[in-house]
């Protein structure tokens, strides 16, 4: 099993910044990719950004030059900055992590990001 420890939202005005961190730990052999996903009321989760193998990354069009990504790959640990944060960012912001070999996903309990003023 491999659990997922998330952290860092919050209530945020337009204009601020965040920063998750989601930490892995468990029976991790090797992580292929960790990444988040986001939630909005009334909406399907969706993809906010991503790390493949420990260099490749992926964003959404809605967050490309406002969010990073980056991962600590000796302690499993993902971060993401949030600049720039529009009340369309508001939501339930979930860890992704995708263990190599297995291909098993696990995910995180979600942490809420709420911009408002």
């Known amino acids: 099993q491999v659990q997922l420890v998330e952290s860092g939202g919050g209530l945020v005005q337009p204009g601020g910044s965040l920063r998750l961190s989601c930490a892995a730990s468990?029976?991790?052999?090797?992580?292929?990719?960790m990444g988040w996903y986001r939630q909005a009321p009334g909406k399907q989760r969706e993809l906010v950004a991503r790390v493949i193998s420990l260099s490749v990354t992926n964003y959404a069009d809605s967050v490309k030059g406002r969010f990073t990504i980056s991962r600590d790959s000796a302690k499993n640990t993902v971060f993401l900055q949030m600049n720039s944060l529009t009340p369309e960012d508001t939501g339930v912001y979930y860890c992704?992590?995708?263990?190599?070999?297995?291909?098993?996903?696990?995910w995180g309990q979600g942490t809420q990001v709420t911009v408002s003023s």
């Open positions: 992704h992590v995708v263990v190599r070999l297995s291909w098993v996903e696990y």
């Open positions: 468990g029976r991790i052999s090797s992580i292929y990719a």
